[in-house]
């Protein structure tokens, strides 16, 4: 391996780490790459800024934050970690240059508007990180192959989980990680709320490497409890947000329905979204792909306020005007009563296909080690005096009340003005009527 | 006057100011117009997010934080400084919805990346601000009519400084106004820099209404100097930050290229930057002015990298992967250098058109009312015990330093690789001639 | 009832609140009295400063942070739910002053060190407030009868949770009252944790009078949820720190030394401890009560290690030099191994009475009502879109799992030479005994 | 030397520094002494708290604070600067052991109430420092010779500026060292105003070593020109607040009347003051200096509130209970109006030898090397790129305008009910009398 270092550090000004200091000539090479600079065109959290207006922030500083921690990681365990022979369960720092490129590169192939993006064009973020990392053509590859020829698939193997190391792989994928823990800080301070504010020099100080991956010194159990709860509580509090996840439902509406316009050549004659036009035909290279942002998918609808479509140009006007989908939760006992609210809306004089949606958040707040498992989970170890572990939720109440329980709610969406005053409109029988099935924000 | 309360109170979540209350119908229905929603799509730093990673914030969010100041402002004044009879010079708390409006919307005619834009199409965000909301066809102009036929023109007036009463004019524009109060808080706190941290709450409790507008108790005094310091050192750190001017003058010469190249007509047969279009042909109209954001720009950056053009091409490729021009200070016996230089620039391959320029930054800190000026400064004045004011900067040495001196500097920009280290090259020789004429960062 | 206002508000600054603002001159002149700036000379936190350094705040500043909070309350209430007649259950704004009053004087009768101290000289710093409030001799009496005769037992009452208005007293004192709420966020910030850091301004905002009290808008659940959490963990990690205990032993070893060689006439001789004097002849009158600050037990260690018995000399040098016990574990399944390591330990030539001590710390996180409980708990009422009223427990899986359960754990100190190391010592064998014992931080 | 390190890196948590890491046992052991606990017990500010309630922090926090900062300039300096030759002018780290020892006890022999008490009792903290340091009789001089026989003077040389090396110097003592960095930001965080808040992060980063002593990197002008106005406000704002300096005054009388009646005999048979004793006598011994703090001072003034002289009496309960004297400025023309208004002080009933005062504070802000001056300051030298030094003043038109200025005012006290309203006092004329002489809070 070829791995220079920079004849001086630099440093990057951030408002959660303070500074993030660069000391490897592969990593800055990697931040000035344009795949790289594309993230600062794409919003960490989509449609939260709608509900939170400071939270503008872009996935480009998520990526240098998760890169500082696994860098400040790294320098815990060769400082007090070392390891001394190949077997000790220690920490070998030749392991730090892949864990920082795979820490800083993680979220590479986010499109924008990520989920609701992924959903309507049947992408994937994760395949297209290992792609963008693996392909020739990228910037980033070159950059990588500075290392060594097989260094872009050894910082893929990283994100894809498959690299023989536990604890590179666990620095940037787990249920406490430097991912988790740079957005959790992050979203915290952009939206100006508290509940992210857990106490990472202290998770920092007592994380520690072991032969199966990385463990936490008994004396930090708290901090790390913490840091379960304040997960938790964003889930609860911002990430699940009804009103962001109603500009989401009018985003998802849009998108859906432009694709049906143009796959039934609504839309010739009309300028063409040319940079969309990939994902209509399904044929997208890593050009055309990272070509987008959200800048791009903004144009676009600032256009369709002109095409003829209703449909499209109210959508569209909906989401830049920031227009949320109202919405009222529902459960397994009300959900039948669904398709009767629909039908309401349409009664109203609303297309129900683009104007009623269900939309679901779930979290799985924390998990232990579950062997049936698609998706196995490693779970957090509290390490104590003698060495011997103990899984968090045996010692945490609260992490126990936690655990394996899926948390989250289930909305039906639809237009604010269905539930709004009205004096004296020909809908108002059907405004009424879906009136009478709401109480305490509850189908009922 | 038509002003109605909302019901409840409702609140929008900011970092700064920890909750921003809406009280008053007009402004949750200004906040709710398509005009005013469009500023979320505006950085509110331009380039400087790529020098300071997290300035990633909008327009939006200052305008919510000037309006927040100011209802905080109105709030002490009526509650310290109640008017009795119409010539005490106190608080007249009709003039509060007035205030809160001019407040909200003083910036909703910025474009795109504000000064490099307008310089270049000629375009004056003030004046676009007056038209916004004057115009009838704009839901802002709508909105405020609301209160009365002629709110949207005592809106603009207090924008326009001619509104009668100095109170209110001063409170949104003045040197120490809520304009720059929020703006130097919000600025230090999404750039993670210290600089712009004054004490807004101390502030706000020693200002106080008199006949001739604003001043400031004798005890605040120390508050207010401060805030005038940050203030200076929030232009010096941040707003002329070289790097962030680098890609200011990247982005100046790329639309110039842009602009160039449609003036002669060698963007034919190209897909066209159509929502551009009208600012190439000096006719832009209301609709064409609001439909423009930042990420229009950048798509149209994006789709230029196809172009054939080499210089727009590149130039595009600049601004979106961050290659910022590098630059070297100059004064008034070292400017004769710069045709000289540009020369080798020229010789090292680059069109010195595009890829050299000169970028000054000056600010006046602070400043005394100046008769002879034609932008009279309005001064600020502190109150005595006894009622008598005092100019601030005879009182504050610091402040006295500042006052009436311009601050800032000259810069020549060119491309990097005229100085970083190259092995064998063939524009060696002018790349050292060149360097030979930098030393210590300034041009000698 | 006289209540005068200051004819200009007064301000306090404070870390916590930013100002803390006086408007009734009778507030001012309580915490102008020699009673209440007593409090300015007793910890907070007594022994944990021992633990976290920044905590040396005084009961004077949270007394003040209590006050203010109440203050802010009160204007929520008022600006919001004023009441329009008697039976609304909406807040009447008469009731403000004996709120605040009762807010400011809470803790007006803590004396130094203050659950140690009452422990050993039986004392009760409850009973001692209601007594300087309504006794004729202190200044604090004086000041609050310039309201009204009756005034002073009005405030007691409220203190005493005897007051008519819920409102009132649950402001003081229930499961999430200001008192609560001003300590967690002020003990947060001068030790430096995070753990107390809940989201006062929110939780304010939700907060609302109704006929049996106080409760919490439904949108404000997480918020409420978030401070229950954080006052969990404030008691596991700051309030409860075992190495605060091992001072806090250490000094109450040392006041009751203190008290058996009076006790028994070994004082006599010496120079005596005047101040303390009537404690240990159980005949304390106010103005004794009131004499004794945290530099006065000091004082007296001070002088006390220059006593001729050992015991009194050791424990003195100790609490004064930073000395603290050392603790390890127990459960009911290992609570008969203590008298054996006691025994240990006397052996090792320490006097057992002095030199060991069990410290049990537990704590209700929260609890709901309970009809047959001797202290009834208030609990925390969730109020719904309709009216309706859900107890917190209920709709929250992260509270539940803390509700009625206590928490805490249960300790044996001992001199730290028993578990250190020691290259041969006389006491070698008992020292290897008594360690023996100990795993993990546990007693085995 | 022998400098041991601890087997495991120990942490205090420290809400300014988070965590403060000590590494080496005799740090460790010199923390655990008596001498130096017994900072706990003397407030960093004295006075200060009486105006800014949360400023209750002690020296002991302040000293671990200044080795914190230290502790990271080693460590910058060590990674960035490491000498390689004796005379490279770069960073020695045998140098380590003796800064951090200095930096931790470079304030161990500050008495209670510092300056006032030094004022009146004629001692001198600096002399004290190193006589506890080289004293064969303290806990410190035993663990500092653990290092070596002459450790002990070593570490009293730095803080005594005769220590060979000027780098090690000017960390502990200079305009620019971790003495003030901590101090100002402890003191700003405590106080909870913002006036003290700068960038450590970045000043650490851009000192530098050289051979002279430490310089700063050019690009970190702007930070080190913030921290000198910081310095230059929290001086203005905090340390030199006229009320704080009216309780200073109260408590200078207070112990000028103690001595006073001492010397007089008026003391006998009273109890006695023993631990001031040897102050008043003229003869104080290591152990007698060690054994005063805060707490003994307050507790004498406690039992003179029960002593006949009234003057004592009053003046005593005035300090327990914050009664502070008020004052007004005076200049060069109004100083000879002092006796006149000291006459009407004493008309009105006070002795005016213990109830007038002048109070003079002055500090100057920053200034240059003066080869002249007594007490040479190092004044601070910014590097430019190519290694030649700057004065800062040169290249700071702030600083520039502080620099070699003095900055301060001149205060006359007397009791403040020379100037409340009072309605019908015998006193009643000399009472106008005086407020005629005082404007806007000057002496006319």
Redesign the interface.
Same mark, same amino acid.
């Given at each position: 391996m070829n791995v220079q270092m920079l004849p001086r550090?630099k440093?990057?000004?951030?408002?959660?780490h303070?500074?993030i200091h660069v000391q490897h000539k592969v990593i800055l090479d990697l931040i000035?790459?344009?795949e790289f600079?594309?993230l600062?065109?794409i919003k960490q959290l989509g449609t939260s800024?709608f509900?939170?207006?400071?939270a503008?922030?872009?996935r @480009? !500083?998520h990526c240098?934050g998760v890169y500082e921690i696994t860098r400040q990681i790294c320098d815990n365990f060769q400082r007090?970690y070392p390891s001394k022979n190949s077997d000790d369960g220690l920490w070998n720092d030749d392991e730090r240059i892949v864990a920082l490129c795979a820490a800083l590169l993680h979220d590479l192939g986010h499109g924008p508007y990520s989920h609701t993006f992924e959903h309507i064009f049947n992408t994937d973020h994760e395949m297209w990180t290992q792609k963008i990392i693996t392909s020739p053509e990228t910037e980033i590859n070159q950059v990588l192959k500075q290392v060594s020829d097989d260094f872009p698939e050894k910082v893929a193997s990283v994100i894809d989980h498959t690299y023989p190391n536990p604890q590179v792989v666990q620095m940037i994928s787990s249920q406490i990680d430097a991912d988790r823990m740079d957005y959790l800080l992050r979203d915290a301070? @952009? !939206?100006?709320?508290?509940?992210g504010?857990?106490?990472l020099?202290r998770i920092l100080?007592v994380m520690r490497p072991y032969k199966k991956g990385i463990a936490f010194d008994?004396d930090g159990m708290?901090a790390v409890?913490?840091y379960v709860?304040c997960r938790?509580?964003m889930y609860?509090?911002i990430y699940f947000h009804p009103v962001s996840r109603g500009m989401e439902v009018v985003l998802t509406k849009l998108l859906q329905r432009a694709k049906d316009l143009y796959e039934h050549n609504q839309m010739n004659g009309f300028?063409m979204p040319?940079?969309l036009v990939p994902f209509f035909n399904k044929n997208v290279t890593i050009n055309d792909y990272l070509?987008l942002?959200?800048?791009?998918l903004?144009?676009y609808f600032?256009?369709w306020q002109n095409y003829p479509d209703e449909t499209l140009k109210d959508l569209a006007?909906r989401f830049?005007?920031?227009?949320p989908f109202k919405s009222a939760q529902y459960n397994h006992e009300t959900k039948h009563k669904l398709p009767e609210l629909s039908e309401l809306v349409e009664s109203a004089g609303f297309d129900k296909n683009y104007y009623t949606a269900i939309n679901t958040s779930f979290d799985l707040p924390y998990d232990i080690y579950n062997p049936r498992q698609n998706k196995r989970k490693t779970q957090i170890e509290i390490m104590?005096?003698?060495g011997s572990l103990i899984e968090l939720s045996t010692i945490s109440?609260?992490v126990?009340?936690?655990t394996g329980?899926i948390?989250g709610d289930e909305r039906f969406y639809f237009p604010k003005s269905m539930i709004v005053e009205h004096s004296n409109d020909i809908f108002s029988e059907y405004y009424q009527s879906f009136k009478d099935h709401i109480?305490?924000?509850m189908i009922v």
């Open positions: 550090e440093v990057f000004r951030d408002p959660i303070n500074y000035n790459t344009k600079q594309r600062r065109r800024s509900t939170f207006q400071g503008e922030h872009s @480009f !500083t240098m007090n301070y @952009f !939206t100006g709320t508290k509940y504010m857990f106490d020099t100080r008994n708290h409890e913490d709860l938790f509580q609860q509090q300028e040319s940079l070509s942002d959200d800048g791009i903004n144009t600032t256009l006007y830049l005007s920031r227009k104590q005096d003698d109440r609260l126990n009340a936690l329980k948390s109480h305490n924000d």
